[in-house]
């Protein structure tokens, strides 16, 4: 039988994951606010599950504290969702 341990994050991990995620909102320029509005909140939902799951925790820290930022970060599963994100600046 598999480990559930593989499907449910624990607390801990969760905490980081989301703080991974508010973070690459901030790198990339999104307005949580406007990403709160994209498609009546479902598509912030979907992402946050994404991010829940996501296997590139390790990649995204190292992306986002400048150890591999070549470029977009494509390796993350909600990029598309946050370019289609209003700018802070907008």
């Known amino acids: 039988m598999r480990s ?3 499907l449910w994050p624990t607390n801990e ?3 980081q994951r989301y703080a991974l995620m508010e973070q ?3 790198t990339q320029g ?3 606010l406007s990403a709160l509005r994209v498609d009546g909140g479902l598509a912030f939902v979907e ?9 590139h925790a ?3 820290r190292r ?3 400048g150890q591999e930022r070549r470029g977009e970060a494509d390796f993350c599963p909600n990029a598309a969702f946050f370019r289609s994100c ?3 600046d907008d």
């Open 4 to 6: 559930s341990r593989l």
């Open 13 to 15: 991990e969760l905490r």
């Open 24 to 26: 690459m909102m901030e």
């Open 30 to 32: 999104v307005d949580v």
């Open 47 to 55: 992402a946050r599950a994404k991010c829940r799951y996501c296997r």
């Open 58 to 60: 390790d990649v995204c």
């Open 63 to 65: 992306w986002l504290l």
């Open 86 to 88: 209003p700018d802070l």
